[in-house]
């Protein structure tokens, strides 16, 4: 992708932020409240009625949610690019993995605002910066990966079969209840934990967690894995946004 195309995904997301945050009243700050008040309503189900008993659950609840918000609602934009930038399409001949790319940065330029607050918040709550902390950008970047690989998957495939997108929907929604934002699925039996890690969020969810909690991690080869397979899938997905590229105005004409 040539550097045109680079300042044009910049531009526009910086563009469609500013959009985003003018339909409000209190503009950018509803980056930070809702994720705030999306834990409340959580921590008051499993903390509160459900009396969970994992230590510091408010920590513990905030850096599951938040890197579980920037996973699916990147993902579902993502999915749904294409599709909405019909009248774009129609008009304009551009590389059509622009328009997941557009959504990557705009998504993850709010989940680092709201990323940047909770490490504010781990530091007051006494949870200091460790020597584990020089692992976190390979963990970002592997989430990262993961998040483009299947929302390119989606974006390519979607325009065809709009009803996919309920189908993406709810699937999203069943591993979110099996990425352990609720509990520490190092509880479970190492037999359950095999399986249970298997879904690269969970994984991912618990390394932030190590990392940001108790100042470790170990895993390297398995993020290598994940970040490799994501890497390979951001490749595969894109050949096939390519290879549909002068369909996909016709396509979304329909």
């Given at each position: 992708m040539?550097?045109?195309?680079?300042?044009?995904?910049?531009?526009?997301?910086?563009?469609?932020?500013?959009?985003?945050?003018?339909?409000?009243?209190?503009?950018?700050?509803?980056?930070?409240?809702?994720?705030?008040?999306?834990?409340?309503?959580?921590?008051?189900?499993?903390?509160?009625?459900?009396?969970?008993?994992?230590?510091?659950?408010?920590?513990?609840?905030?850096?599951?949610l938040?890197?579980?918000?920037?996973?699916?609602?990147?993902?579902?934009?993502?999915?749904?690019?294409?599709?909405?930038?019909?009248?774009?399409?129609?008009?304009?001949?551009?590389?059509?993995?622009?328009?997941?790319?557009?959504?990557?940065?705009?998504?993850?330029?709010?989940?680092?605002?709201?990323?940047?607050?909770?490490?504010?918040?781990?530091?007051?709550?006494?949870?200091?910066?460790?020597?584990?902390?020089?692992?976190?950008?390979?963990?970002?970047?592997?989430?990262?990966?993961?998040?483009?690989?299947?929302?390119?998957?989606?974006?390519?495939?979607?325009?065809?079969?709009?009803d996919?997108?309920?189908?993406v929907?709810?699937?999203?929604?069943?591993?979110?209840?099996?990425?352990?934002?609720?509990?520490?699925?190092?509880?479970?039996?190492?037999?359950?934990?095999?399986?249970?890690?298997?879904?690269?969020?969970a994984?991912?969810?618990?390394?932030?967690?190590?990392?940001?909690?108790?100042?470790?991690?170990?895993?390297?080869?398995?993020?290598?894995?994940?970040?490799?397979?994501?890497?390979?899938?951001?490749?595969?997905?894109?050949?096939?946004?390519?290879?549909?590229?002068?369909?996909?105005?016709?396509?979304?004409?329909?």
């Amino acid at each position: 992708m040539t550097l045109h195309y680079i300042h044009l995904i910049l531009y526009k997301s910086w563009a469609d932020l500013r959009s985003e945050a003018r339909r409000y009243y209190i503009s950018y700050l509803w980056w930070i409240i809702e994720p705030i008040l999306e834990m409340m309503v959580y921590y008051v189900v499993f903390g509160v009625l459900l009396k969970n008993k994992v230590p510091h659950f408010i920590p513990f609840l905030l850096i599951g949610l938040t890197s579980w918000k920037w996973f699916i609602a990147t993902v579902r934009h993502e999915g749904n690019s294409i599709l909405n930038s019909r009248s774009l399409i129609q008009q304009v001949n551009l590389p059509k993995a622009v328009f997941p790319l557009i959504v990557v940065c705009t998504d993850t330029f709010k989940f680092l605002i709201v990323f940047l607050i909770i490490l504010i918040f781990l530091w007051i709550s006494h949870f200091p910066v460790s020597a584990a902390y020089f692992t976190l950008p390979l963990l970002l970047i592997t989430q990262l990966a993961l998040i483009i690989a299947l929302g390119f998957f989606f974006a390519a495939i979607i325009p065809f079969v709009p009803d996919m997108d309920i189908l993406v929907d709810n699937t999203l929604r069943f591993v979110f209840f099996l990425s352990g934002v609720f509990f520490d699925p190092r509880t479970l039996s190492p037999e359950k934990q095999f399986w249970f890690f298997l879904n690269p969020m969970a994984f991912l969810i618990n390394g932030y967690r190590s990392i940001l909690m108790e100042g470790q991690f170990h895993d390297y080869q398995r993020l290598l894995i994940i970040l490799a397979a994501s890497l390979a899938g951001i490749l595969i997905a894109n050949r096939i946004i390519r290879h549909f590229d002068k369909i996909y105005p016709r396509v979304v004409a329909q």
